[in-house]
């Protein structure tokens, strides 16, 4: 693991000498430069079609990867804004139990939403594992440390309130570390005796991305995310954490959101550096750039998703394919749950 890091660094530092991206705003012959996307049909994109490619097998077994493009009818500032603020759990659909913004540095009454259904199975999932953790049992993505505190915690109390009180604290220990070192701060989760790292489970689903690197390193570089992962962002981040359903399973996540503008048009990019189960760790990057056609104007979004999941790691060929399919369907949910909430609104 400490051979990939150092080449996984090496490699990421080498993308940082290359040329930066055009801050010209003509955003189809940008999209050409670094996506799978070589030709757009603009009507069809202003008319609402959600283009999507699955991204190419790659050699990390942990990883997959897709690209979407669609339209938005407002200003890439009004995209970016509406982004931070769109609230996903009023579309049921998506499964999202809880979702909020942390402050910075965070505080206990962030996770005040936290709350366990007790009749809902993926959360009966939850709590089973939770129940179930000791230091020497981790099927959920712990430390010993970790196991061990969640293990005393519950065993004072193993009422549902006490069980999500006790995920709150795991997860305010764990956002603290990472508002303080970034992602040098993110710590590993430990399965059957090794040490597996979210930034390396990130650096190593983009080592395999040369173009895109190539188009987003100035963001990258900024957010830590090109180098050793060791220094703090030079870029404040929206901090944020979810509650929702992955795979039939409860699931908790911390994550964080970074914008550049660059020109006249933004990049995000959108990482997930801790989740208790069903994955290890998640990037979106996205490029928003205004766009014109006649009396229409608005913004194309591209969006590059980037997940590591262990359940990958046994998956070849046709089978990982399947999981790509998948993978765009569900993004292309949130997509239009996020255009029905903007047409809604007054």
């Known amino acids: ?26 955003p189809l012959e940008n999209l050409k430069k670094f996506s799978d996307f070589q030709k757009i049909d603009v009507k069809r994109l202003l008319e609402g079609e959600i283009f999507s490619q699955r991204g190419p097998l790659m050699n990390f077994p942990n990883g997959i990867s ?16 509406l982004q931070q603020s769109w609230d996903p759990t009023r579309c049921a659909s998506l499964k999202i ?11 206990p009454r962030d996770f005040k939403k936290l ?4 009749g809902s199975r993926p959360v009966k999932w939850l709590v089973e594992k939770t129940l179930a953790t000791t230091s020497g049992k981790l099927e959920l993505n712990l430390t010993s440390s970790d196991a061990r505190e969640l293990s005393a915690c519950v065993s004072k109390d193993s009422s549902l309130n006490s069980i999500g009180s006790c995920w709150s604290k795991l997860l305010l220990t764990r956002a603290t570390a990472f508002q303080l070192k970034g992602l ?22 983009l080592q395999e991305q040369g173009k895109i690197i190539q188009e987003f390193a100035p963001l990258l570089q900024k957010t830590g995310m090109l ?17 929702f359903e992955a795979n039939h399973h409860a699931t908790l996540n911390l994550g964080a959101v970074y914008q550049l503008a660059v ?84």
């Open 227 to 243: 180098g050793n992962g060791a220094e703090v962002s030079s870029l404040q981040p929206l901090y944020n954490w979810s509650f």
């Open 1 to 26: 693991m400490k051979q990939l890091s150092i080449f996984l660094i090496m490699w990421l530092c080498g993308a940082v000498a290359a040329p930066a991206p055009s801050h010209a705003s003509d």
């Open 184 to 205: 040098g701060g993110v710590l590993p989760y430990e399965a059957e005796g090794d040490f597996l790292y979210p930034s390396v489970q990130l650096r190593s689903m």
């Open 97 to 107: 139990y809880a979702s909020s913004g942390l402050s910075s540095p965070c505080q």
């Open 263 to 346: 020109g006249d048009h933004y990049q995000l990019l959108d990482i997930d550096y801790y989740a208790s189960s069903t994955y290890y760790a998640a990037a979106t990057l996205y490029e928003i750039w205004p766009i014109r056609d006649g009396k229409k104007t608005g913004s194309l979004v591209w969006r590059g998703d980037f997940l590591a999941a262990p359940m990958l790691r046994y998956t070849k060929g046709i089978e990982r394919l399947a999981y790509g399919v998948i993978m765009i369907q569900e993004i292309k949910k949130v997509i239009r749950c996020f255009l029905d909430d903007i047409r809604t609104k007054p």
């Open 115 to 118: 709350h366990l259904d007790p």
């Open 66 to 81: 897709t690209q979407i493009c669609f339209f938005v009818p407002l200003s890439p500032e009004a995209v970016f804004r």
